[in-house]
């Protein structure tokens, strides 16, 4: 596995939910800042939501009070709930895995993924 794997977009209508998944980390001993971009046609990449090695949760503004961040299987799976999905939310979302700068540069260098970007999962938000 050379890079972070999402899963779990699809097509919704507005109001309903998704919940993606990322596995997003190599090994059981590694520690990642992990974190959710999204991107549309003709934009940048935007970031989303993002929690550190540490635990410490950020929020993008306009998805604060709707997404939630949670991790499980020893913080190796990284999950986004989205909530009260809106039109606007329709996105490319791509999750983002780095050695968390807490290790010694011997584990991050074991820890680091070819590519540090998933390759995205599309969510579709109709109104």
């Known amino acids: 596995q050379v890079q972070p794997e999402e899963s779990g977009g699809g097509s919704v209508q507005a109001g309903e939910s998704l919940k993606l998944s990322c596995a997003a980390s190599k090994y059981t001993y590694c520690l990642y800042d992990m974190s959710w971009y999204r991107q549309t046609a003709g934009k940048e990449r935007e970031f989303v939501a993002g929690v550190d090695s540490d635990g410490n949760l950020e929020y993008a503004e306009s998805v604060k009070d709707r997404f939630s961040l949670s991790q499980a299987n020893a913080k190796r799976t990284l999950y986004l709930q989205m909530n009260s999905l809106k039109p606007e939310d329709t996105a490319m979302y791509y999750c983002?895995?780095?050695?968390?700068?807490?290790?010694?540069?011997?584990?991050?260098?074991?820890?680091?993924?070819?590519?540090?970007w998933g390759q995205g999962t599309l969510v579709t938000v109709s109104s």
């Open positions: 983002k895995s780095v050695p968390s700068p807490r290790m010694i540069e011997f584990l991050v260098s074991k820890c680091r993924w070819d590519d540090e």
